[in-house]
């Protein structure tokens, strides 16, 4: 139903920037709020950032606070997570989601991107 595409991951030396990109498709609307969630191997997937419908309001992790910018453009219908001051425990694979589905439980993970951040 919601598809989700993201994009932009990548190798990069600590203190290196990336930016991500999530391309939304399906029954969404633009007044969803859309969030980037993250897995390191082992470890159990933890909420990167968030962001309503118009961009107004934004959340993120405390692990990220400062570092990460996530941003929407409903027009194009994508999201973008711009990651600067990359640490290596920023290594993981990152998906974007409809936070409405994540909140009810009932969201479907795709692929996600890689992100490789080395010491």
């Known amino acids: 139903q919601v598809q989700l595409v993201e994009s932009g991951g990548g190798l990069v030396q600590a203190g290196g920037s990336l930016r991500l990109s999530c391309a939304v498709s399906?029954?969404?609307?633009?007044?969803?709020?859309m969030g980037w969630y993250r897995q390191a191997p082992g470890n159990e997937r933890e909420f990167v950032a968030s962001?309503?419908?118009?961009?107004?309001?934004?959340n993120y992790a405390d692990s990220v606070k400062g570092r990460f910018t996530i941003s929407r453009d409903n027009a194009k219908k994508m999201v973008y997570l711009q990651m600067n001051s990359l640490k290596p425990e920023d290594t993981a694979i990152y998906y974007c989601?409809?936070?409405?589905?994540?909140?009810?439980?009932?969201?479907?993970w795709g692929q996600g991107t890689q992100v490789t951040v080395s010491s």
């Open positions: 989601n409809v936070g409405r589905l994540v909140v009810s439980g009932t969201a479907s």
């Open positions: 399906g029954r969404t609307f633009s007044s969803d709020h």
């Open positions: 962001i309503n419908w118009s961009g107004s309001t934004t």
